[in-house]
């Protein structure tokens, strides 16, 4: 990351995630009366007066607890903290000043970054609560006295923030990233894999299902390029969903395939392949996305010689429906074949942004047209005038022709065969579009 990045931090339930949403404009960490929530690093990107800065989103902090989750989030919380130029300590003016609020302050004290203490909650217009006054006593300097939800002093919260930061030094927009999703049903591994490819304790791992509740980014820079993987909570039935949190985390995580441009779809080796899978995975298919099934756990199953070709049949009949995206059977915990994932995530973005020339098309056209004859019905023939290439993400292809109820389903099955042939469309669904001549 090139840009400077503030750290938002502070005990659980003062306002954190809503403070986060307001400053970036737009609902991307999740906000519930329960505290505990946000229990990941989340980021998004604030610009303020022509300039841009990453926002870090953390889990409540509480210094004193025994909890195993609590304790992983003020982990999270650190590696936040460790990376920030600027912390930002939000504190509750309504509940006044609480031991835990002086407990973070001290540990704050000990980064040695610049703090700005934002006291939240400050609803009304006018003279601020006599409570506010309390914060002084954290030694962190002058509060700033906020409203999250109303906005009211977060453009003087963010002019303390930028004061602190170096834009001279800033370095220019990184390249193109490639967006990789990864997406599954729960506990199928997704968190592990981000962190074995980023080497550090990037999400929360744990064997409860529904730890991950937010779709985390990570960006992540090696020999294959530059990438931007999204952690997403895992994808159960609906059935299954019972608290609103989960409600909320399936939104995210259906949000993260929209904008990815690859979606990695993990499937636990040792449950084999349910009806759960090819039902997540069939929400990046019908959102076009470039998709590459990962069998994760592989390590952990007794196999023979004919394990993995018994496996592969059982993908490709639950799969059918997307037999186009490559399969790599990988271990998240030991690194096993993680090179081939990133192999396959470059070759599947590229076939997914691949343009291809109107005479080439229509060359193929000819050839596709004189090998199958057309279907004809009543008397009345088919005919495809030409074709062309609409767009890209999914790759789209327009046909031309005298008559569409004439172009049957197979005979577009089998120009998508023909087109993936000819052009190495590996990873991506191909769209087809009819037009009679005359047609908008």
Known sequence: MNKPVIAI????????????????????????????VTRDRIYGEVE??????????TGGIEPKSDDVILVQMRRQAQLAIDTANVIILVTDCK?????????????????????????????????????FYEFYNLGLGEPVQVSAVHGHGTGDLLDRAFECFDFDNEMEKDEAIINVAVIGKPNAGKSSLVNKITNEERCIVSDIAGTTRDTIDTLVENKYGKFNFTDTAGLRRQSKIYDNIEKYSIIRA???????????????????????????AGLAHEAGRACIIAVNKWDAIEKNDKTMQEFRKKLDADFAFMSYAPQVFISAKTGMRIDKLFEYIVSCNDSANRRIKTGMLNELLAQATTRVQ???????????FYMTQ??????????????????????????????REAFALEGTPVRIIIRERGDK
């Open 48 to 57: 303020w007066c022509g300039k841009t800065a990453f926002v870090v989103d």
């Open 374 to 384: 057309p279907p004809s019905d009543k008397g009345k023939r088919l005919k495809i």
């Open 95 to 131: 509940t006044g000043m609480v031991a835990t609020d002086m407990d973070v302050a001290q540990m704050l004290q000990k980064s040695g970054k610049p703090v700005i203490v934002c006291v939240n909650k400050c609803d009304g217009l006018g003279e601020p609560d006599p409570e």
């Open 9 to 36: 931090v502070g005990r659980p339930n003062v306002g954190k995630s809503t403070l986060f949403n307001k400053l970036i404009g737009q609902r991307l960490s999740i906000v519930d009366d329960t505290p505990g």
């Open 390 to 419: 609409a767009s890209v993400k999914p790759p789209t292809f327009v046909f031309f022709c005298n008559d569409a109820q004439l172009f049957h389903f197979s005979y577009q099955r089998y120009f998508e065969n023909r087109i």
């Open 254 to 280: 259906k949000m993260a395939i929209e904008r990815s441009d690859v979606c990695v779809i993990m499937i636990d080796a040792t449950e084999g392949v349910t009806e759960q899978d090819t039902k997540v």
